[in-house]
């Protein structure tokens, strides 16, 4: 503990004050991501108590080992004097300021990245007057986080012809300088870097269709497209159109593996990424103390955009063929033509069609044995065709056979 102590008057009365000090915010689930869930407690406190805006008293205390919530310290104050307190906590600088301007202007959380983090905790700042009577016994300072909570989930149930799995998150362009009494804001592309990643609890709840935690420092770069109403329009070449400079939003980065059943249509890796913001289509704020809920969907079209917000490689083993080009039936005669492929009908991974003189013809379909069975009229006029058309559903793959009436 380090303490200024001020000369008193020979009349001065003073009174032991205690100091409540408590994170205000709301609890959070048992995910952590990769800042371990006992350092989102205070594990450093500075306690800066200044008169007539000049410091009067420091104080600094931490614990050893997990951090707790609250923190306690009794504090000898003058009776009748009013005093300006400033908290901060998990700061790794704990050199007090001169006085209450330059504590307010700047004390300022500064970090090299998700590492900072880990080793101090998530910061928090809080403030508050108080004039000291007989009667004050405890004074309450809540603090606030400088980082915002972001609750992430994953849903897949608009996945028809496949299956999506995560494979790892990373908070892209965090903030890395953010005052503990002011706007925390990137002004330049080196005030930002690689923030919160997720762990391998993370990937299994998200797997699973549960929420996982990431914290991100505050960053309000505001409302850079204010006249855009489409979230797939909320990517960097509009905001440069719009004159802003993405290079200093904070964005999520999503990359997993999409696949069908039989393992032979893969995209790897898919990689979606958002920006953050208190909407999806035109603000680009992160706020102190915020929790965002964000439920990214995925449908199988992922596999087919190429674009900033969603991008990836695909590997397409899949076969689709008939055996033979065409058939010649004479009227009243029938053939069975055989399709080489190794994917599924009844998992709808392809689908058929008929063109041409259809009305002269009857055709059955075995999609377990991917075998059609198809039978002229015996009214069909020579040279009467039908086509069948194979495509897979994505529609990336397609073969014909023709049918002709001798």
């Known amino acids: 503990m380090t303490c200024l102590v001020w000369a008193c008057e020979k009349n001065d009365v003073t009174k032991e004050v205690l100091f409540d000090i408590f994170a205000d915010t709301e609890l959070q689930g048992d995910t952590k991501s990769s800042i371990p869930a006992q350092l989102t407690g205070l594990n450093n406190v500075d306690v800066f108590i200044y008169d007539s805006g000049v410091l009067r008293k420091s104080l600094c205390f931490s614990r050893n080992g997990v951090g707790s919530s609250s923190m306690s310290e009794a504090i000898s104050l003058i009776v009748g004097s009013t005093y300006d307190i400033v908290v901060i906590a998990n ?221 990836c490689t695909v590997s397409d083993l899949r076969i689709l063929s008939f055996t033979r080009s065409s058939t010649m039936l004479y009227p009243g005669d029938w053939q069975h033509i055989n399709l080489s492929t190794n994917i599924r009908y009844d998992e709808g991974d392809y689908y058929y069609e008929l063109f041409g003189e259809t009305d002269c013809f009857d055709t059955e379909f075995d999609g377990s044995r991917g075998t059609f069975t198809v039978t002229a009229h015996d009214s069909a006029a020579p040279g009467s065709e039908l086509e069948i058309r194979v495509t897979t559903w994505d529609g990336a793959k397609s073969a014909s056979h023709w049918i002709s009436v001798r």
């Open 91 to 311: 700061h790794y600088d704990h050199t007090p300021p001169a006085s209450l301007s330059e504590a307010l202007s700047g004390l300022v959380y500064r970090s090299n990245g998700l590492g900072t983090l880990i080793a101090n905790g998530i910061p928090m700042g809080g403030r508050q007057t108080v004039t000291v009577s007989k009667s004050t016994s405890t004074v309450r300072i809540g603090l606030t986080r400088l980082v915002a909570d972001l609750e992430l989930q994953i849903d897949v149930s608009g996945l028809q012809h496949g299956s999506f799995s995560v494979s790892s998150v990373q908070v892209r362009q965090m903030n890395k300088v953010c005052p503990f009494f002011g706007t925390g804001r990137a002004e330049d592309p080196s005030d930002v870097a690689d923030g919160d990643a997720n762990t391998s609890a993370d990937l299994m709840l998200l797997n699973r269709g549960w929420q996982a935690t990431f914290y991100i420092p505050e960053n309000k770069q505001g409302t850079l497209l204010p006249d855009n109403t489409e979230p797939d329009n909320k990517q960097p070449d509009r905001v440069l159109m719009a004159g802003g400079n993405p290079d200093l939003c904070t964005y999520i980065e999503v990359c997993g593996v999409y696949s069908d059943a039989t393992g032979r249509f893969i995209a790897e890796p898919v990689v979606a990424k958002f920006f953050l913001g208190e909407n999806s289509f035109s603000n680009f704020d992160v706020n102190r103390n915020w929790r965002y809920n964000v439920l990214l969907s995925f449908t199988d079209d992922i596999c087919f955009r190429n674009d900033w917000k969603m991008s």
